[in-house]
Protein backbone atom coordinates (compact mmCIF):
# COMPACT_ATOMS: atom_id res chain seq x y z
CA UNK A 1 0.00 0.00 0.00
CA UNK A 2 2.70 2.39 0.79
CA UNK A 3 5.04 1.27 -1.67
CA UNK A 4 2.23 1.79 -4.36
CA UNK A 5 1.47 5.57 -3.15
CA UNK A 6 5.00 6.00 -2.84
CA UNK A 7 5.39 5.43 -6.88
CA UNK A 8 2.32 7.38 -7.59
CA UNK A 9 4.24 10.37 -6.30
CA UNK A 10 7.34 9.64 -8.08
CA UNK A 11 5.28 9.80 -11.33
CA UNK A 12 3.58 12.97 -10.29
CA UNK A 13 6.99 14.35 -11.13
CA UNK A 14 6.71 13.62 -14.71
CA UNK A 15 4.65 15.44 -16.93
CA UNK A 16 1.69 14.41 -18.10
CA UNK A 17 2.59 13.15 -21.43
CA UNK A 18 5.37 11.60 -20.88
CA UNK A 19 3.42 9.86 -18.32
CA UNK A 20 0.74 8.59 -20.81
CA UNK A 21 3.49 7.20 -22.82
CA UNK A 22 6.03 5.39 -20.56
CA UNK A 23 4.51 5.95 -17.12
CA UNK A 24 2.80 2.18 -17.00
CA UNK A 25 6.04 0.88 -17.50
CA UNK A 26 7.93 2.73 -14.64
CA UNK A 27 5.57 1.71 -12.57
CA UNK A 28 6.02 -2.05 -12.80
CA UNK A 29 9.67 -1.58 -13.07
CA UNK A 30 9.48 0.25 -9.78
CA UNK A 31 6.74 -2.28 -8.00
CA UNK A 32 9.33 -4.84 -8.78
CA UNK A 33 12.48 -2.80 -7.69
CA UNK A 34 13.47 -2.36 -3.77
CA UNK A 35 12.59 1.04 -3.53
CA UNK A 36 15.99 2.24 -2.25
CA UNK A 37 16.63 5.85 -1.54
CA UNK A 38 19.25 5.57 -4.74
CA UNK A 39 16.26 4.24 -6.71
CA UNK A 40 14.28 6.85 -5.33
CA UNK A 41 16.99 9.90 -6.08
CA UNK A 42 16.97 8.47 -9.43
CA UNK A 43 13.67 9.07 -10.45
CA UNK A 44 12.82 11.71 -8.96
CA UNK A 45 15.95 13.68 -10.74
CA UNK A 46 14.85 12.21 -13.79
CA UNK A 47 11.21 13.28 -13.36
CA UNK A 48 12.27 16.73 -12.68
CA UNK A 49 14.52 16.29 -15.81
CA UNK A 50 11.86 15.42 -18.11
CA UNK A 51 9.78 18.45 -16.09
CA UNK A 52 12.87 20.71 -17.45
CA UNK A 53 12.87 19.41 -21.15
CA UNK A 54 9.58 19.81 -21.82
CA UNK A 55 8.34 23.09 -19.90
CA UNK A 56 7.23 26.14 -21.93
CA UNK A 57 10.05 29.21 -22.01
CA UNK A 58 7.46 31.03 -20.08
CA UNK A 59 7.27 28.39 -17.09
CA UNK A 60 11.24 28.18 -17.05
CA UNK A 61 11.98 31.74 -17.33
CA UNK A 62 8.88 32.80 -14.93
CA UNK A 63 10.02 30.32 -12.48
CA UNK A 64 14.03 31.48 -12.63
CA UNK A 65 12.26 35.17 -12.41
CA UNK A 66 10.22 34.01 -9.64
CA UNK A 67 13.48 32.28 -7.52
CA UNK A 68 15.51 35.62 -7.87
CA UNK A 69 12.63 37.85 -6.63
CA UNK A 70 12.15 35.19 -3.41
CA UNK A 71 16.28 35.51 -3.25
CA UNK A 72 15.84 39.55 -3.17
CA UNK A 73 13.32 39.59 -0.35
CA UNK A 74 16.07 37.27 0.97
CA UNK A 75 19.11 38.75 0.51
CA UNK A 76 17.47 42.33 0.85
CA UNK A 77 15.89 41.27 4.71
CA UNK A 78 17.43 43.87 6.27
CA UNK A 79 14.26 45.91 5.07
CA UNK A 80 11.30 43.44 5.84
CA UNK A 81 10.16 43.22 9.78
CA UNK A 82 8.05 42.17 12.53
CA UNK A 83 7.39 38.33 11.62
CA UNK A 84 10.03 36.90 9.64
CA UNK A 85 12.55 39.05 11.98
CA UNK A 86 14.76 35.80 12.67
CA UNK A 87 14.55 34.85 9.33
CA UNK A 88 15.22 37.55 7.14
CA UNK A 89 16.97 40.19 9.26
CA UNK A 90 20.27 41.31 7.74
CA UNK A 91 23.48 39.89 9.52
CA UNK A 92 27.30 40.39 8.66
CA UNK A 93 26.50 37.52 6.07
CA UNK A 94 24.33 39.15 4.04
CA UNK A 95 24.57 41.48 1.80
CA UNK A 96 23.49 45.42 2.51
CA UNK A 97 20.03 46.69 1.58
CA UNK A 98 19.84 47.48 -1.67
CA UNK A 99 16.96 48.82 -3.37
CA UNK A 100 15.04 46.62 -5.86
CA UNK A 101 11.89 47.51 -7.94
CA UNK A 102 10.31 44.31 -8.75
CA UNK A 103 9.08 43.02 -12.03
CA UNK A 104 10.12 46.90 -13.37
CA UNK A 105 13.76 46.24 -14.23
CA UNK A 106 15.32 46.77 -17.71
CA UNK A 107 16.09 42.84 -17.22
CA UNK A 108 12.65 41.99 -16.65
CA UNK A 109 11.77 43.61 -19.92
CA UNK A 110 14.50 42.04 -21.66
CA UNK A 111 13.77 38.73 -20.06
CA UNK A 112 9.98 38.86 -21.68
CA UNK A 113 11.35 39.52 -25.10
CA UNK A 114 13.23 36.95 -24.41
CA UNK A 115 10.62 34.46 -23.38
CA UNK A 116 8.65 35.79 -26.89
CA UNK A 117 11.61 35.07 -28.22
CA UNK A 118 12.54 31.63 -27.31
CA UNK A 119 7.84 30.74 -28.03
CA UNK A 120 8.51 31.69 -31.38
CA UNK A 121 11.22 30.11 -31.88
CA UNK A 122 10.16 26.42 -30.16
CA UNK A 123 6.18 26.62 -31.63
CA UNK A 124 6.76 29.35 -34.58
CA UNK A 125 3.63 30.62 -33.57
CA UNK A 126 1.99 33.75 -34.19
CA UNK A 127 3.00 37.34 -32.19
CA UNK A 128 0.34 37.14 -29.88
CA UNK A 129 1.24 33.40 -29.05
CA UNK A 130 4.18 35.19 -28.04
CA UNK A 131 2.70 37.97 -26.14
CA UNK A 132 0.44 35.75 -24.16
CA UNK A 133 3.61 33.47 -23.37
CA UNK A 134 5.02 36.35 -21.52
CA UNK A 135 2.50 37.48 -19.85
CA UNK A 136 2.61 33.87 -18.31
CA UNK A 137 5.86 34.46 -17.64
CA UNK A 138 4.87 37.75 -15.84
CA UNK A 139 1.91 36.29 -14.12
CA UNK A 140 4.08 33.03 -12.43
CA UNK A 141 7.32 36.02 -11.96
CA UNK A 142 4.58 38.05 -9.87
CA UNK A 143 3.70 35.00 -7.27
CA UNK A 144 5.80 36.05 -4.41
CA UNK A 145 4.94 39.84 -4.50
CA UNK A 146 0.74 38.55 -4.36
CA UNK A 147 1.33 36.53 -1.62
CA UNK A 148 3.37 39.12 0.39
CA UNK A 149 0.79 41.75 -0.65
CA UNK A 150 -1.53 39.07 0.85
CA UNK A 151 0.39 38.45 4.04
CA UNK A 152 1.05 41.87 4.12
CA UNK A 153 -3.55 42.54 4.29
CA UNK A 154 -3.48 39.65 6.61
CA UNK A 155 -1.53 41.91 8.92
CA UNK A 156 1.37 38.80 9.21
CA UNK A 157 4.06 40.33 7.48
CA UNK A 158 5.31 44.38 7.62
CA UNK A 159 7.00 45.85 4.50
CA UNK A 160 9.55 48.26 5.10
CA UNK A 161 10.76 50.27 1.71
CA UNK A 162 13.66 51.60 1.15
CA UNK A 163 14.50 54.32 -0.81
CA UNK A 164 13.04 57.47 -2.23
CA UNK A 165 9.81 56.92 -3.15
CA UNK A 166 7.31 57.88 -0.46
CA UNK A 167 5.00 57.12 0.67
CA UNK A 168 4.73 53.62 -0.26
CA UNK A 169 2.50 51.37 -1.91
CA UNK A 170 -0.32 50.18 -0.34
CA UNK A 171 -0.88 46.01 0.16
CA UNK A 172 -3.69 45.92 -2.74
CA UNK A 173 -1.74 48.08 -4.87
CA UNK A 174 1.29 45.52 -4.29
CA UNK A 175 -1.30 42.60 -5.13
CA UNK A 176 -2.87 44.48 -8.00
CA UNK A 177 0.47 46.02 -9.79
CA UNK A 178 1.46 42.57 -11.39
CA UNK A 179 -1.97 42.40 -13.38
CA UNK A 180 -2.24 45.76 -14.05
CA UNK A 181 1.56 44.69 -15.99
CA UNK A 182 0.44 41.86 -17.85
CA UNK A 183 -0.77 44.34 -21.41
CA UNK A 184 2.74 45.69 -21.04
CA UNK A 185 4.16 42.00 -20.65
CA UNK A 186 2.44 41.07 -23.72
CA UNK A 187 3.96 43.93 -26.10
CA UNK A 188 7.51 42.85 -24.71
CA UNK A 189 6.54 39.08 -25.88
CA UNK A 190 4.95 40.14 -28.84
CA UNK A 191 8.51 42.54 -29.64
CA UNK A 192 10.16 39.05 -28.73
CA UNK A 193 8.00 36.91 -31.25
CA UNK A 194 9.04 39.37 -33.84
CA UNK A 195 12.97 39.10 -33.03
CA UNK A 196 12.37 35.50 -32.86
CA UNK A 197 10.31 35.41 -36.37
CA UNK A 198 13.67 37.56 -37.98
CA UNK A 199 16.21 35.51 -36.34
CA UNK A 200 13.97 31.95 -37.80
CA UNK A 201 14.19 33.89 -41.37
CA UNK A 202 17.95 34.69 -41.47
CA UNK A 203 18.58 31.15 -40.28
CA UNK A 204 16.59 29.73 -42.97
CA UNK A 205 18.23 32.02 -45.18
CA UNK A 206 21.77 30.80 -44.39
CA UNK A 207 20.75 27.33 -44.59
CA UNK A 208 19.68 27.68 -47.87
CA UNK A 209 22.16 29.65 -49.74
CA UNK B 1 28.09 -3.96 -0.40
CA UNK B 2 26.78 -0.80 -2.52
CA UNK B 3 29.05 -1.07 -6.24
CA UNK B 4 30.78 2.10 -6.99
CA UNK B 5 28.90 3.65 -10.22
CA UNK B 6 31.05 3.10 -13.39
CA UNK B 7 31.54 5.85 -15.76
CA UNK B 8 32.99 6.12 -19.42
CA UNK B 9 31.90 5.73 -22.69
CA UNK B 10 30.79 1.75 -21.72
CA UNK B 11 28.53 2.83 -19.21
CA UNK B 12 26.76 5.27 -21.19
CA UNK B 13 22.95 4.35 -20.60
CA UNK B 14 21.96 4.64 -24.89
CA UNK B 15 24.92 2.58 -25.55
CA UNK B 16 24.63 0.12 -23.54
CA UNK B 17 20.39 -0.09 -23.96
CA UNK B 18 20.95 -0.54 -27.73
CA UNK B 19 23.99 -3.35 -27.08
CA UNK B 20 21.12 -4.92 -25.14
CA UNK B 21 18.91 -4.41 -28.03
CA UNK B 22 21.30 -6.10 -30.21
CA UNK B 23 20.02 -9.34 -29.19
CA UNK B 24 16.53 -8.99 -30.07
CA UNK B 25 13.24 -7.14 -28.67
CA UNK B 26 13.28 -6.75 -25.28
CA UNK B 27 11.32 -4.57 -22.12
CA UNK B 28 12.13 -1.95 -19.97
CA UNK B 29 13.10 -4.50 -17.15
CA UNK B 30 14.53 -6.96 -19.19
CA UNK B 31 16.73 -3.96 -20.37
CA UNK B 32 18.10 -3.38 -16.95
CA UNK B 33 18.48 -6.75 -15.68
CA UNK B 34 20.17 -7.52 -19.06
CA UNK B 35 22.88 -4.95 -19.17
CA UNK B 36 23.11 -5.51 -15.43
CA UNK B 37 24.41 -8.75 -15.97
CA UNK B 38 26.66 -8.34 -19.44
CA UNK B 39 28.04 -4.68 -18.30
CA UNK B 40 27.84 -4.96 -14.56
CA UNK B 41 26.74 -1.80 -14.22
CA UNK B 42 22.89 -0.77 -12.67
CA UNK B 43 20.94 1.82 -13.88
CA UNK B 44 18.24 3.37 -12.03
CA UNK B 45 14.57 3.15 -13.43
CA UNK B 46 15.01 6.77 -13.85
CA UNK B 47 18.04 6.91 -15.68
CA UNK B 48 16.56 4.17 -18.20
CA UNK B 49 13.58 5.55 -19.11
CA UNK B 50 14.89 8.72 -20.17
CA UNK B 51 17.50 7.21 -22.02
CA UNK B 52 14.46 5.05 -23.59
CA UNK B 53 12.28 8.48 -24.01
CA UNK B 54 15.62 9.85 -25.94
CA UNK B 55 16.50 6.94 -28.28
CA UNK B 56 12.85 6.86 -29.15
CA UNK B 57 12.78 10.08 -30.15
CA UNK B 58 15.70 9.80 -32.17
CA UNK B 59 14.59 6.81 -34.02
CA UNK B 60 17.37 4.79 -32.84
CA UNK B 61 15.04 2.57 -31.00
CA UNK B 62 10.90 1.85 -31.48
CA UNK B 63 8.54 0.62 -29.12
CA UNK B 64 6.44 -2.68 -30.01
CA UNK B 65 2.97 -3.26 -29.21
CA UNK B 66 2.43 -4.06 -25.78
CA UNK B 67 2.54 -7.47 -24.19
CA UNK B 68 0.19 -7.44 -21.15
CA UNK B 69 1.34 -4.45 -18.96
CA UNK B 70 4.88 -4.78 -20.84
CA UNK B 71 6.02 -3.01 -24.18
CA UNK B 72 9.15 -4.57 -25.39
CA UNK B 73 11.35 -2.37 -27.73
CA UNK B 74 13.46 -3.05 -30.36
CA UNK B 75 16.24 -1.69 -32.73
CA UNK B 76 15.55 0.21 -35.44
CA UNK B 77 17.73 -0.37 -38.79
CA UNK B 78 19.17 3.56 -38.04
CA UNK B 79 20.16 2.17 -34.32
CA UNK B 80 21.95 -0.51 -35.83
CA UNK B 81 24.07 1.33 -37.90
CA UNK B 82 24.53 3.78 -35.11
CA UNK B 83 25.92 1.25 -32.63
CA UNK B 84 28.21 -0.71 -35.20
CA UNK B 85 30.03 2.35 -35.61
CA UNK B 86 30.02 3.45 -32.02
CA UNK B 87 31.56 0.17 -31.44
CA UNK B 88 34.03 0.17 -34.34
CA UNK B 89 34.86 3.63 -32.35
CA UNK B 90 35.76 2.24 -29.23
CA UNK B 91 36.96 -0.50 -30.38
CA UNK B 92 39.82 1.14 -32.60
CA UNK B 93 40.37 3.66 -29.39
CA UNK B 94 40.73 0.73 -27.10
CA UNK B 95 42.94 -1.25 -29.52
CA UNK B 96 45.43 1.53 -29.89
CA UNK B 97 45.13 2.42 -26.08
CA UNK B 98 45.98 -1.01 -25.14
CA UNK B 99 48.33 -1.22 -27.60
CA UNK B 100 50.23 1.53 -26.14
CA UNK B 101 50.25 0.53 -22.49
CA UNK B 102 51.94 -2.78 -23.62
CA UNK B 103 55.58 -2.79 -22.60
CA UNK B 104 57.72 -2.50 -25.59
CA UNK B 105 59.57 -5.72 -26.30
Not at chain 1, 44 to 60: D, F, H, K, L, V
Not at chain 2, 20 to 48: K, Q
Amino acid sequence: MTKGWLVALLLRMYPTAWRRDYGEELADILLLCPLTPRVIADVAWNGCWQRGRTAEPSTILGVAVMLAVVISFVVTGGTYGRAWVPFLQASSRTFPPFEVTILASEIFAYLLVTCGCWTHLRHRGRAHESGVAAMRMSAIASVPVMVIAVLMMAGMLELKFVGPRLPPPSPLAILLTPLVRLPGAWIYGALGGQLGKWIARRAATRSGA
Amino acid sequence: MARKPRTGPAADPELLIMASLASGPNHGYGIMTDIETFADVRLGPGTLYTAITRLVEKKLIAPQSTVGRQRPYRLTAQGAATLTELLKDMRRVATVGLRRLEPAS
